[in-house]
């Protein structure tokens, strides 16, 4: 399957659940935000669908980028990297030099937050950020 005609019956579903749960809460008050996490080894194309279907639901999301995996997928993906950030909320990056890119892909439409590995701190500020927006 090529990542433009991605389905939900792609998806894994541990995922869509979790996601389907986000959503239930939300309608009963609780406000939902879902983190994505991206490494260079994913695939792209369904933490895209992930996103997609997030926000299909109402949800708002973080994509969370580990090391300079953007940057290298950038260089063989553009396209699609392009349609992942544009499908989020808010980025999470590790270096300045990502957070550029991340910026130049959303036309800087995006909270980007630099943040150091696995630091839990600038997810948990994302996520009260758009919790209060909602």
Do not use: K, N, W
């Amino acid at each position: 399957m090529r990542d433009a005609e991605l389905t939900t019956a792609s998806l894994p579903t541990a995922a869509l659940a979790l996601i389907r749960r986000a959503a239930d809460a939300q309608r009963s008050g609780a406000t939902g935000v879902v983190v994505v996490r991206l490494t260079e080894e994913d695939r792209l194309g369904r933490t895209t669908g992930l996103l997609r279907f997030a926000h299909a639901l109402g949800l708002r999301t973080i994509l969370e980028v580990q090391g300079a995996a953007i940057e290298r997928l950038v260089a063989r993906r553009p396209e699609l990297v392009a349609a992942t950030v544009r499908a989020t909320d808010a980025v999470v990056v590790e270096s300045s030099r990502s957070a550029a890119l991340v910026r130049d892909l959303s036309d800087g439409r995006l909270r980007v937050e630099i943040a150091a590995p696995s630091a839990p701190s600038a997810v948990r500020r994302l996520q009260r950020t758009l919790t209060t927006a909602a």
